[in-house]
């Protein structure tokens, strides 16, 4: 069974226009794996929504896939979110697969914070 989702459209622009969420997350569910693709942009502000929707899914199924390709800009809460969803995964016996098709800025990102040690790096 396949399942799709936008759970995540994004936020709508209220008087703090900087501050407003700018992403999207799809979900397709099969054969045991989430794959989350993540679009837009995820700054501090945003985080959190998205830490739920990461963790909620991660709970249901073993292996969770999260292709970040789609980001124009994110900063070290969005690495934040990463390792406590990552965190979670392995308390529970899941696995947690970034998808390796970064944007430059994103894996640099990854690479001069060390992070990338912390994660599992795959194609899908």
Same mark, same amino acid.
């Given at each position: 069974?396949?399942?799709?989702?936008?759970?995540?459209?994004?936020?709508?622009?209220?008087?703090? !226009?900087?501050?407003?969420?700018?992403? %999207?997350?799809?979900? %397709?569910?099969?054969? &045991?794996?989430?794959?989350?693709?993540?679009?837009?942009?995820?700054?501090?502000?945003?985080? +959190?929504?998205?830490? &739920?929707?990461? !963790?909620?899914?991660?709970?249901?199924?073993? %292996?969770?896939?999260?292709?970040?390709? &789609?980001?124009?800009?994110?900063?070290?809460?969005?690495?934040?979110? !990463?390792?406590?969803?990552?965190?979670?995964?392995?308390?529970?016996?899941?696995?947690?697969?970034?998808?390796?098709? !970064?944007? +430059?800025?994103?894996?640099?990102?990854?690479?001069? %914070?060390?992070?990338?040690?912390?994660?599992?790096?795959?194609?899908?």
């Amino acid at each position: 069974m396949n399942e799709t989702d936008d759970l995540c459209a994004p936020e709508p622009r209220g008087p703090r !226009l900087l501050h407003a969420a700018d992403y %999207t997350v799809r979900m %397709t569910v099969a054969d &045991g794996t989430c794959a989350i693709q993540v679009c837009g942009s995820v700054d501090w502000h945003a985080a +959190p929504a998205l830490r &739920g929707t990461l !963790l909620e899914r991660a709970a249901r199924v073993p %292996t969770t896939v999260v292709d970040l390709s &789609g980001l124009t800009f994110a900063d070290s809460a969005l690495l934040h979110v !990463l390792l406590d969803v990552q965190r979670h995964c392995r308390a529970s016996g899941a696995r947690l697969v970034i998808d390796a098709r !970064l944007q +430059p800025v994103l894996a640099r990102l990854f690479t001069v %914070t060390g992070a990338s040690a912390y994660f599992e790096f795959g194609d899908r």
